[in-house]
């Protein structure tokens, strides 16, 4: 039978660890690991600005509006509401579900 062997110094170093966790303090917190690689940070809301009319079931390429490295823009889906052109550049709210962005806001037109 194969499987996994320890040297006599190994199979010593691991009844020490043991024996010094089972005499440890039983009321202590157990560990606690944070967010995984890359997800620190890792912004899944942004305010942006894009130019154009957008429509439902439309993917548009928009700019985040605070933040000035690159890359400054994501491509969003448009799921609910066809938005018409503002003059210039409108301001939008956009959400990440996975690494997909959809659109969940939009100025609609100029205000008066």
């Given amino acids: 039978m194969s499987g996994v062997r320890f040297t006599r110094e190994s199979a ?3 009844a ?4 010094t966790v ?5 009321d202590a917190a157990g560990l606690r690991f944070g967010s995984a ?3 620190a940070g890792r912004k ?16 548009k390429t ?3 509006k605070y933040q000035t ?18 003059s210039g550049s409108g301001d939008c709210a956009i959400a990440r579900e996975g ?5 969940i806001a939009a100025v609609c037109g100029t205000a008066t």
């Fill in 22 to 26: 089972e005499l440890g303090d039983r």
């Fill in 44 to 59: 899944t809301f942004r305010i942006a600005t894009f130019s154009g009319a957008w429509s439902i079931g439309a993917t």
């Fill in 69 to 86: 490295s690159t890359p400054n823009t994501a491509s969003a889906l448009n799921l609910f509401a066809a938005v018409p052109a503002p």
């Fill in 99 to 103: 690494t997909a962005w959809f659109l």
């Fill in 12 to 14: 010593k170093r691991i």
């Fill in 16 to 19: 020490d660890v043991v024996r």
């Fill in 62 to 64: 928009v700019t985040f």
């Fill in 37 to 39: 690689v890359g997800d």
